[in-house]
């Protein structure tokens, strides 16, 4: 009997967010899980952002939780460029921000402000670098538009400079905040940013809805990667793949490595669907917006099981227009079994705010089974821990149940499901525990497959430690 090639996964968390562990299920399904609007948190009240505060990226930093963003200057202030500077704030618990006065920049003849960078590429995401062969003067790094891009560094987040004085990328359109990071997998820099899918690159431009035509410069709003080894010199950018589902405007990504899995990308990218404008007195654009979640395990082919919303507008009628709602980039675990991430509301009106939204730490998507039970089988693997650690959650009634099997789909000796312990109640680090214990020493290293029994449970991750 022939079998799939067991993946070594070490110690790595696997989540659920596509099918690929699922070898063969009964009574179970995926379920997307939508995030809680919570408080606002940052609004436009200093003259250099009161037009709107926007692009934020957040970051826990040596302890400190920091936030850089766009900053919209008051409509009022008279300036001889493009109205918008980089700013930045910090936060000792990820709800409370403050504003610091930094005293580098002058500004309506006044140096006491939060404004980090007024300089080309001032849309930028900024990041911390881990690559072990930076100098001092680039620990952080960012990526601005403003029109092309531009290649940032920082020795503290606060003082920033060219690389170079000549974009590193000018192939726009990059009329949206471009996201880069250092890929802890691929031992380099990756960049996405704004692009065009189009008929002459094979794209038929029809939505869920029906046809949307050919509104941004002849094709689809969409989104593209690049590569880097020294943040200066850049691959040709690639449209990212989403297989066979429709096509439609994607417009900013949000893409995060996630920290928890890191064999895992995720973009939330705010969705355009420019054919349908609820308020007929809106004269900005046409349009509405929601949020859309996918994922990807190699950062260019990205899985869109889910084409519902992840973040949707709304009973707050003033986010129903045009880029009404988006996520921020970064997500930041401010307890241990939540994860709080950030995103604007009211975009283009005088209440536009940054709101945190949470969501269980790994709950993106469960595999889920009711009351009347269900299982699944993944498919083979190695791994090299020794207890396996289940992120889940039942009912007062439910239980998880797990077997350890060969690839023959036999139970291992003292490792069945009628050995296992039943598991329930709620826990993002749960271990699994058998009749011979919750070692896994004499199992750890050989090619297994796991068989899941759920009743009125839900499974986000596992993994073995």
């Given at each position: 009997m022939a079998h799939a090639t067991p993946l070594n996964i070490g110690t790595d968390r696997q989540l659920f967010v596509d099918d690929f562990w699922i070898a063969d299920s009964r009574g179970t399904k995926r379920i997307l899980h939508k995030p809680t609007p919570r408080e606002v948190v940052l609004e436009g009240d200093r003259?250099?952002?009161?037009?709107?505060?926007?692009?934020?990226?957040?970051?826990?930093?040596?302890?400190?939780?920091?936030?850089?963003?766009?900053?919209?200057?008051?409509?009022?202030?008279?300036?001889?460029?493009?109205?918008?500077?980089?700013?930045?704030?910090?936060?000792?618990?990820?709800?409370?921000?403050?504003?610091?006065?930094?005293?580098?920049?002058?500004?309506?003849?006044?140096?006491?402000?939060n404004l980090v960078w007024m300089g080309p590429g001032r849309n930028m995401v900024p990041f911390k670098d881990p690559n072990p062969d930076i100098c001092d003067e680039e620990i952080y790094k960012a990526l601005g538009t403003d029109k092309n891009l531009y290649a940032l560094a920082s020795p503290d987040g606060v003082h920033w400079h060219l690389m170079q004085d000549v974009p590193v990328m000018t192939d726009g359109p990059f009329d949206t905040i471009p996201v880069a990071f250092w890929d802890v997998r691929r031992k380099e820099y990756v960049a996405y940013t704004r692009g065009v899918a189009n008929v002459d690159q094979g794209v038929d431009p029809l939505s869920i809805e029906g046809e949307i035509g050919h509104e941004f410069k002849g094709g689809v709003r969409w989104i593209r990667r690049s590569t880097s080894k020294d943040f200066v010199n850049w691959t040709p950018l690639e449209l990212i793949n989403t297989g066979d589902t429709p096509f439609e405007h994607l417009y900013t990504n949000a893409c995060v490595q996630y920290e928890r899995a890191s064999g895992y990308y995720l973009i939330f990218s705010m969705r355009y669907v420019i054919h349908r404008s609820p308020d007929p007195d809106w004269t900005y654009s046409p349009g509405v917006c929601d949020v859309v979640f996918m994922s990807s395990r190699d950062g260019i082919n990205f899985d869109r099981s889910f084409m519902e919303a992840f973040v949707t507008p709304g009973l707050d009628q003033n986010n129903w227009h045009d880029r009404g709602v988006s996520l921020h980039h970064g997500?930041?675990?401010?307890?241990?079994?939540?994860?709080?991430?950030?995103?604007?509301?009211?975009?283009?009106?005088?209440?536009?705010?940054?709101?945190?939204?949470?969501?269980?730490?790994?709950?993106?998507?469960?595999?889920n089974a009711g009351f009347q039970g269900g299982e699944f089988v993944t498919r083979p693997m190695v791994f090299s821990g020794k207890e396996l650690e289940l992120n889940y959650s039942t009912s007062a009634v439910g239980s998880v149940r797990v077997e350890v099997q060969d690839l023959d789909g036999k139970a291992l000796p003292g490792y069945g499901l009628d050995d296992c312990t039943e598991k329930f109640g709620d826990e993002v680090e749960g271990i699994m525990n058998w009749s011979v214990g919750h070692k896994l020493s004499s199992v750890t290293g050989k090619p297994v497959q796991l068989r899941f029994a759920l009743n009125d449970a839900d499974i986000y991750a596992f993994r073995f430690r």
């Open positions: 003259p250099w952002d009161r037009g709107s505060i926007s692009c934020v990226s957040f970051m826990l930093d040596d302890g400190r939780y920091r936030a850089w963003y766009r900053a919209d200057h008051d409509p009022g202030m008279v300036l001889k460029r493009s109205g918008h500077d980089s700013a930045y704030a910090e936060s000792d618990d990820g709800l409370h921000w403050e504003k610091p006065n930094l005293g580098l920049f002058n500004i309506n003849g006044s140096t006491q402000n997500i930041l675990h401010l307890t241990p079994e939540e994860m709080s991430m950030y995103g604007n509301e009211n975009t283009h009106l005088p209440t536009q705010r940054t709101r945190r939204y949470t969501l269980r730490t790994d709950g993106f998507v469960s595999v």
